[in-house]
């Protein structure tokens, strides 16, 4: 297993456009998790899965964004009608349910830019 | 869980022990202090965890205060790969807690110079 992955890497998308991302986590992993950076800031949960139900969604999920773990397995993120301020890094983590040292194994990001 | 400020920024020497401090004031009792760090455009990386015990690992130290209040996270012998922004998180790490919520901060941008 080589860790976290994500698809695509980049995504340039006109405003208004639907876009997907997909996270495949580390294999034994059951949890995973959705940040969203923006330049110059740390990064913000959006919302996180153990096997394939939704335990938590951050009020920065807005009805816009939409994520998908069906399987347990890999995830996918999709924003419907994409906004400029949907410009960011969205991050994929994998985490044990009882994580011990390390916690999370992120991924290295999808970076989104709407124009 | 618990705030914490960092410094926006620091230099260090390549070769010399980089010492990253982290002010958590409002610290609670079941809450560990963990680092991660960010090298440009990747994702972020653990490095260390403590609760108030000092750790070390192949990476790097972690000095927390007695009081903990505070804690140092200590690079060795800073490399130009070092160069990253490092962040310090305060939260709970029970067994059955939520993983959801690793609150980051800005961070620390950290350049290593030759």
């Known amino acids: 297993d080589t860790g976290v992955s994500q698809d695509p890497r980049h995504k340039i998308t006109k405003r208004g456009q639907n876009v997907t991302f997909r996270c495949d986590p580390i294999?034994?992993?059951?949890?995973l998790y959705w940040y969203r950076q923006t330049l110059g800031q740390g990064p913000e949960f959006l919302t996180y899965f153990q096997n394939e139900a939704q335990l938590e969604k951050s009020r920065l999920l807005s009805d816009r964004f939409s994520a998908e773990r069906p399987k347990g397995s890999f995830s996918t993120l999709e924003i419907q009608r994409t906004e400029q301020g949907d410009s960011a890094m969205y991050l994929c983590a994998s985490s044990l349910e009882l994580p011990g040292k390390g916690g999370y194994t992120f991924g290295s990001g999808t970076r989104l830019t709407v124009v | 869980d618990a705030k914490t400020t960092q410094p926006p920024s620091m230099d260090c020497a390549e070769g010399r022990a980089a010492n990253l401090p982290c002010n958590h004031s409002?610290?609670?009792?079941?809450?560990?202090v963990y680092w991660y760090r960010q090298i440009h455009s990747q994702g972020p990386q653990y490095i260390i965890h403590g609760l108030k015990n000092n750790e070390t690992n192949e990476m790097a130290s972690l000095i927390i205060t007695e009081d903990r209040k505070s804690s140092t996270l200590i690079l060795p012998h800073a490399t130009l790969r070092d160069t990253a922004v490092y962040y310090c998180?305060?939260?709970?790490?029970?067994?059955?807690?939520?993983?959801?919520?690793?609150?980051f901060g800005a961070g620390t941008q950290v350049v290593v110079t030759p």
């Open positions: 409002t610290i609670s009792g079941n809450e560990y």
């Open positions: 294999s034994e992993h059951n949890r």
């Open positions: 998180i305060v939260r709970v790490a029970a067994a059955t807690d939520s993983w959801g919520k690793l609150q």
